[in-house]
């Protein structure tokens, strides 16, 4: 791994961890579902859809994925935030919340992928 590489992947994941700490400071709970993990995982997820058009488009070079899809997203999304709050809610019993954290971040995250994805299309069909 080059040196540059190590710095764009710390600089990115710098920048993911900062502001998922930032949207997760403050527990956020819809009816009794925490939903912060939800949020920053849709919002990583749109975030790499749009990217990966926006790379493939515009023939980035690899090291830029280093800064934005694996360092950035990879610092702002969270699987084992996610597994950790779904154990919670099964160690409470509440296995309806359980089932509705796994098909929300699962579902929530590939639709955000996929709208990323199309959204950036979208706009950069409309600036040709």
Excluded: H
Excluded at 39 to 48: A, R
Excluded at 55 to 71: C, E, H
Excluded at 95 to 101: C, E, F, G, K
């Amino acid at each position: 791994m080059k040196l540059v590489e190590i710095i764009l992947l710390a600089v990115g994941g710098l920048g993911g961890v900062f502001l998922r700490y930032g949207m997760t400071k403050s527990q956020v709970i819809l009816g009794a579902l925490p939903v912060n993990v939800l949020i920053v995982n849709v919002v990583g997820s749109f975030i790499l859809g749009a990217f990966a058009i926006l790379s493939q488009q515009w023939s980035l070079d690899q090291k830029y994925a280093m800064l934005v899809a694996i360092g950035f997203c990879g610092g702002l999304t969270t699987m084992s935030s996610f597994a950790l709050e779904s154990a919670n809610l099964i160690d409470g019993k509440q296995y309806s919340l359980v089932a509705i954290n796994v098909i929300a971040n699962v579902g929530l995250s590939l639709g955000a992928i996929f709208g990323g994805r199309a959204l950036t299309s979208m706009i950069l069909g409309a600036l040709r």
